[in-house]
């Protein structure tokens, strides 16, 4: 069974930093993409942040390039999402998912983490 769990989130004031955790069981990074993505107050549907391809590789969407890193472990089958600089709009629910491919469709990831609530303050 393939697990996700998140943690880490929390408040913090604008210009902070935080680190999301994403525990992952039941798979292996070798054959999946991870990403983190971001659902922001009163905002329908997620917004994919960044991904990391099962080669390593790594994308950043421009609202969060320079500012935010998403690495792993994957004798721990750990992944984080260090996050600097934070703004106010980063404010939102942040899932760490994964699927075959690397995507920016949202839907196409087929595992999901419960969530971590991350609140900047201004």
């Known amino acids: 069974e393939v697990q996700l769990v998140e943690s880490g989130g929390g408040l913090v004031q604008a210009g902070g930093s935080l680190r999301l955790s994403c525990a992952a069981s039941g798979l292996t990074f070798d054959d999946y993409a991870i990403g983190w993505l971001r659902q922001a107050p009163g905002k329908e549907r997620q917004e994919v942040l960044c991904?990391?391809?099962?080669?390593?590789?790594?994308y950043y969407v421009d609202s969060v390039k320079g500012r935010f890193t998403i690495s792993n472990n994957n004798a721990k089958n750990t992944v984080w999402l260090q996050m600097n600089s934070l703004k106010p709009e980063d404010t939102g629910v942040y899932y760490c998912?994964?699927?075959?491919?690397?995507?920016?469709?949202?839907?196409?990831?087929?595992?999901w983490g419960q969530g971590t609530q991350v609140t900047v303050s201004s």
């Open positions: 991904i990391r391809r099962s080669d390593g590789s790594t």
């Open positions: 998912v994964a699927g075959p491919i690397a995507t920016m469709r949202v839907s196409d990831y087929d595992y």
